[in-house]
Structures are given as structure tokens and as C-alpha cells.
């Protein structure tokens, strides 16, 4: 090809590159809003989908081109099939095996682009080093997440002083890459080791964490797998890969930080903490089933947790001045969004003051509730966040809990020897009255009983979410004004 036509070939590749790096961005900027989100994601695809066409273009890319188209299918089907499959519950594991995937694949770049025999120590090999010494933690962190939210993994060996084996592991690995990054051509055996040692380390850093830290972890990973990516594309010079990566690299940073500060523990404590799992673990093994009682009048005391019925409940929220709902989980399983927002339409005609407090880890990933209440057409100004609304619930006359448990738990705040001890939650218990719509004995995400059930002014109303509220508006309506 001659240079003038390779010019001109490169000049549309690199446009094509920009305004992939656009649309990401863009994407990006639009899921920030749960009304955008959708469409969000459908622009950051369409700019994946021309950074990966025009790839095809590219005069690097000179061969192997059934390789690449049947790589390019057979990944491409197996994510089409597992997301239109996956349950909403499963999404955490979802996203840690994308994440694995993604760290996986920068860590493979790495290795072909490190086994080079032309190496000169540089700059851009020392980026390819820190990619695959990224990648490869993200790798093996994650398929360990996705693992242990599986469920797959339960009894893990103890072991002492992880910490400090982890830490002195990590040190050889950067020791390594530093020889790896200025070293003239390929070292085979120092390459090997280097990848043994950051594929460990990303078992040892997920190994002690526990459930309720996992969605921290899970962001971590991406942000780990984001940069990876970011750096592997300074490494092959390519700006599609550098912006995406770095983009994912930066917003998952973000989140992390933002997911630990929900949690109230800093990133650097859920990852080198002490054995939050292991002692989850043990909680798991010594919890007793609660023994629920079928009584229901609020001026019952009792040592087990109390039900109400319907009836009961809905003239509880029909005549109450104030109401917070606390929508978790159990509402996205349900899918009772819709019917929430309609029963909050007929309490607030009958004079209720409705709101709704969202706890930055209800349901199974970030933002979770917010996108669900937003698609119910439940409008901005009626959603309160943590901060604003823990001080208020003393004034509140019903909370009304459905499907959400763990976030309501007071033991995060008040027993220290509990499994999410530090985690901040919904100060609901400090309300007038309780009602918690939920099945039956399910324990929450952590698996650990709530001590708020156990409480005076909790009453628990049993049953699906969406069919209970459905319930719960032919009994509002068949009280009348
Ligand atoms: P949760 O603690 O998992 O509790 C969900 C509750 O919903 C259960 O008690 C269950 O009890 C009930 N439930 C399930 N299906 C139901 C249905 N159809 N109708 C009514 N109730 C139903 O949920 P959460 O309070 O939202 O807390 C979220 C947890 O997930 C936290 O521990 C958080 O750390 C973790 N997590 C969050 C993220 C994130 O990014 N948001 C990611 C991963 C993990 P029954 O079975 O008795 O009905």
C-alpha cells in the first residue's frame, strides 16, 4: 500500500477511533442519570460496536482474520445468551465474570506484547507490565468473586497473617515488573513467575472479604480491569482501547470509593481487613432459624417477631400523617415498583406525606432502586437519600419496608461482633411503626438475622411484594375517604 493511501486509511480509523472515545463518553454521562441510563448504554455500544468494526480496517491488523471473526462470534453469542438470561440477582456475578474477562484478555495482550524479542526497556513497556500485573489480579479476583457469590465457594482454609503474605507477594510481583518493564528483550522465566505471583494475589486479596463488601471489591476489580485495558492500549498504541479503559478505569474508581464510603470502611480496610469472611462464616453456621409468631396487633410485646395482616396494615397507612417506604431486593424480585408508586398515588390523595429513602446498596447494584423507581415514574424530588433522611425517622409514623432487610439491620450499627458491623444503614427501627413486607424467614444478601424484626413496633405483613401491595390498595380503597 502506498503512504499516501495508508495515511488516508489511518485517518479514518483514527476518526472512527474519536468518535468511538466520544460515544463512550457520552454513554457514560448519560447512565449518571437513571432516566438516561438506558440510552447510555445503548450509545457507549454502538461506539464499542464502530471500535470494534473499524479495527478490521486497521493496517496492523493484516491476518488472521477467521481467528478474530470466530472469536469475535463465539464471545459476542455467549454474552448476548447469559445477559438476556442472567436473573437480576445474579447481576454482581455477572459483572465480576465480565471483569475477569476484560483483565483476563489485558493480561494476554501483555504477555504476547512482553514475549517480544525485540524488546528495548520503555515507557510503553512498562505500561504493558503494569496492564498485565492489573489485569491478571483483576482476573483471578474476580472469578473468585463471582465463585463466592455463587454460592460455589463456602468453606475457605484459614489462614494466618494473609495480610502480610499478600503484601510481600505484591512486592515481588512490582519488584518483577520493574526488572520486566526496563529489561532488553523477552525473559521467559521472569515473565511466568511475575503472572504466577499477580494471579495469587488476586486470590489472596478476595479470599478474606466478606459478602457485604463484595459489590466494593467487584467495583475495584473493574477499575482494575478498565485501567489494564487503558494501559495495553498505550502499549499497542491504540486510542479506542487507551480512552475506553481509561474511562472505565476512572469511573470505576469512582464508584469504589463512593460503594466504601456507603459501607463507612475505607477501600484499603475491605481489602487488607481482617477476616470479615471467615467470620461470616462462622456466624452463618451458629444462626438460628426465628420462629415467627402469627399475631397482630401493634400493642402486642413479644420475644419473636409479630405479623400483621393487611387489613390492619393498610389502616395503619391510611391514617398515618407520614410514611417513608424503604424499597430493597425483595421489591426489584417482585418487580413491584409499579404497584409501589401506585399505592403511594392513592395514600398521598387520601393526605399522606409519602417518601422514599434509598440506601446507596439496596438491591444488587449500584443505583439499583433509583432506576427501578424512576422507570415506576416515582419523581426525583420524592426520593431522599440516607444523610437527609436517618435523622427524621423518629418523626415518622409508618415505615413501610418491602423486600429489604439488610439495610434496615441495626445491628451494622449497634453489635460490634456482627459480620456488617460499620456499615451504614436505614435508621428505620427508630420509627413509630414498622411494616415489613417480605415471604417469609429469608435472611438478606449477608445471610444474618435482622434484630429489627424483633422489635416493638415492627410488624411483619408476609407475602410477594407486588401481590401484598396490590392487597394493600383494595384494602385502602375499601376504606374510603
Ligand atoms: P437483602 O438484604 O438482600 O434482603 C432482601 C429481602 O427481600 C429478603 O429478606 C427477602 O426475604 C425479601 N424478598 C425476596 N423476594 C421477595 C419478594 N418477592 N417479595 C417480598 N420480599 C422479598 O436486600 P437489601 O436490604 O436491599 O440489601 C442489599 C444487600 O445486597 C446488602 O447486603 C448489600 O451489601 C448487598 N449487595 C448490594 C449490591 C449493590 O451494589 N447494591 C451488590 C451486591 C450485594 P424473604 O425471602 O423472606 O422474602
Not at 445503548?42 to 482474520?65: C, E, K, S
Request: hydrophobic share 50%; charged share 15%; aromatic share 8%.
Amino acid at each position: 500500500m502506498s503512504d499516501f493511501s495508508l495515511n488516508g486509511l489511518m485517518s479514518v480509523v483514527n476518526l472512527a477511533y474519536f468518535f468511538a472515545a466520544a460515544m463512550f463518553m457520552f454513554g457514560l454521562k448519560a447512565m449518571s442519570s437513571p432516566v438516561r441510563a438506558r440510552r447510555g448504554i445503548v450509545w457507549a455500544g454502538i461506539g464499542m460496536l464502530l471500535a470494534t468494526l473499524v479495527t478490521f480496517m486497521h493496517p496492523a491488523v493484516d491476518r488472521n482474520y477467521i481467528l478474530i471473526i470466530v472469536s469475535l462470534l463465539v464471545g459476542g453469542s455467549l454474552s448476548y445468551l447469559y445477559a438476556t438470561r442472567v436473573e437480576v440477582r445474579d447481576m454482581p456475578q455477572m459483572i465480576a465474570l465480565y471483569n475477569a474477562m476484560g483483565g483476563g484478555a489485558a493480561a494476554c495482550i501483555a504477555i504476547v506484547e512482553l514475549t517480544k524479542p525485540e524488546l528495548r526497556g520503555n515507557l510503553l513497556q512498562a505500561l504493558a507490565v503494569i496492564g498485565g500485573l492489573l489485569g491478571s489480579i483483576a482476573f483471578t479476583g474476580s472469578l473468585l468473586a463471582y465463585w463466592k457469590l455463587k454460592g460455589s465457594i463456602t468453606k475457605i482454609p484459614k489462614f494466618s497473617n494473609l495480610q502480610v503474605i499478600n503484601l510481600g507477594i505484591i512486592l515481588i510481583a512490582l519488584l518483577l515488573a520493574l526488572l520486566l518493564s526496563f529489561s532488553n528483550g523477552a525473559h521467559p522465566i521472569l515473565l511466568l513467575v511475575f503472572f504466577i505471583l499477580a494471579l495469587i494475589s488476586g486470590v489472596l486479596i478476595t479470599l478474606p472479604v466478606g459478602s457485604s463488601d463484595m459489590p466494593v471489591i467487584i467495583s475495584l476489580f473493574n477499575a482494575m480491569a478498565g485501567l489494564a485495558v487503558g494501559f495495553e492500549g498505550f502499549a499497542l498504541e491504540n486510542p479506542a482501547m487507551m480512552v475506553a479503559g481509561v474511562v472505565v478505569g476512572a469511573s470505576g474508581w469512582m464508584l469504589t470509593r463512593l460503594m466504601a464510603k456507603a459501607m463507612n470502611r475505607p477501600v484499603a480496610n475491605i481489602l487488607f481487613s481482617d477476616t470479615a469472611f471467615f467470620k461470616q462464616l462462622e456466624t452463618h453456621s451458629d444462626a438460628v432459624d426465628q420462629t415467627v409468631a402469627a399475631k397482630s396487633v401493634w400493642d402486642q410485646d413479644s420475644e419473636e417477631a409479630l405479623s400483621i395482616d393487611a387489613h390492619d396494615a393498610a389502616a395503619d397507612l391510611a391514617y398515618a400523617e407520614r410514611v417513608v417506604i424503604v424499597p430493597g431486593y425483595g421489591m426489584a424480585l417482585s418487580h413491584a415498583q409499579q404497584k409501589l408508586w401506585e399505592f403511594t398515588e392513592l395514600l398521598e390523595k387520601r393526605g399522606v406525606k409519602v417518601s422514599f429513602a434509598i440506601h446507596p446498596v439496596a438491591g444488587r447494584m449500584p443505583g439499583h432502586m433509583n432506576v427501578l423507581l424512576a422507570e415506576a415514574g416515582v419523581p426525583y424530588e420524592k426520593i431522599v437519600d440516607i444523610d437527609d433522611i436517618n435523622a427524621e425517622f423518629s418523626s415518622v409514623d409508618v415505615v413501610l419496608v418491602v423486600g429489604a432487610n439488610d439495610i434496615t439491620n441495626p445491628a451494622a450499627r449497634d453489635d460490634a461482633e456482627s459480620s456488617i458491623y460499620g456499615m451504614p444503614i436505614l435508621d428505620v427501627d427508630k420509627a413509630n411503626h414498622v411494616i415489613v413486607i417480605k415471604r417469609g424467614q429469608g435472611k438478606g444478601f449477608s445471610g444474618i438475622d435482622n434484630s429489627m424484626f424483633l422489635g416493638s413496633n415492627t410488624r411483619l405483613l408476609y407475602g410477594d411484594a407486588a401481590r401484598m401491595i396490590q392487597t394493600l390498595i383494595s384494602e385502602v380503597r375499601d376504606i374510603g375517604d
